[in-house]
């Protein structure tokens, strides 16, 4: 059974930094990459970045260049999404979730973590 | 960045009618390499991740009633619900994995009326 479990809750201080964990199970890890996902409160949702378990790569999206940082631990299946000089509206849900690896090309995600709660207060 | 944009923004629907969303992009997500277009359809209930039910614009996802269908191609696609459920009540999305950045539309709310 593929499974995608994220950490729990945080709640954290303006301009600190969060790192949420996503640990795969039920598929080869390298054979799918990891996106993550944010979704403020009541709004819809943002990509905010894969990053390829095969070699590694990554690729931002330009809202959040310069803050965020996409890494995984293949040895325990786990992929990592660190958000630094949080702010309050970084309050939000963050998915990790998987798209199957196509040559050059991106996939649809077919399977969501359960999502981690973010809140950014003082 | 291809932007999707979709309408209506919520919609109220009789049990038993049928609901229809719709989602345009900003440009083509059709691929000539593979004629394939490169549009998901994803329904999200309160308190859950987003589930996928329609990718490659028209093909269901695994386990899905055959009352959601999804057609269109190179800009402009469709999410039909034939007979609206009780359990159908969500939002939707609809998505682009054409190029990143991956883009999402805004979601459609569905109620019942």
């Known amino acids: 059974e593929v499974q995608l479990v994220q950490s729990g809750a945080e709640l954290k201080k303006p301009g600190s930094t969060v790192k949420i964990s996503c640990k795969v199970s039920?598929?080869?890890?390298?054979?799918?990459?990891i996106h993550w996902v944010q979704q403020a409160p009541g709004k819809g949702l943002e990509w905010m970045g894969l990053?390829?378990?095969?070699?590694?790569?990554?690729i931002y999206a330009e809202n959040f260049q310069g803050r965020v940082t996409l890494t995984a631990d293949a040895s325990i299946d786990t992929a990592y999404m660190d958000l630094t000089s949080l702010r309050s509206d970084d309050t939000a849900m963050y998915f990790c979730?998987?798209?199957?690896?196509?040559?050059?090309?991106?996939?649809?995600?077919?399977?969501w973590g359960q999502g981690t709660l973010v809140t950014v207060s003082s | 960045d291809i932007v999707m944009t979709q309408s209506p923004d919520s919609l109220a629907v009789s049990l038993g009618e049928r609901a229809t969303i719709n989602c345009k992009s900003s440009?083509?997500?059709?691929?000539?390499?593979?004629?394939?277009?490169?549009l998901a359809w994803y329904q999200q209930k309160p308190g859950q991740p987003p589930k996928v039910l329609i990718y490659?614009?028209?093909t269901r996802d695994s386990g899905v009633p055959d009352r959601f269908s999804g057609s269109g191609s190179g800009t402009d696609f469709t999410l039909t619900i034939s007979s609206l459920q009780a359990e159908d009540v969500a939002v939707y999305y609809c998505?682009?994995?054409?190029?990143?950045?991956?883009?999402f539309g805004g979601g459609t709310k569905v109620e019942i009326k």
């Open positions: 039920g598929y080869t890890f390298t054979d799918y990459y």
């Open positions: 440009q083509s997500v059709l691929s000539s390499s593979n004629n394939k277009n490169y």
């Open positions: 979730a998987r798209g199957k690896r196509m040559g050059p090309t991106l996939n649809y995600f077919d399977f």
């Open positions: 990053f390829d378990p095969g070699d590694g790569e990554t």
């Open positions: 998505q682009q994995y054409y190029s990143t950045p991956v883009t």
């Open positions: 490659w614009a028209s």
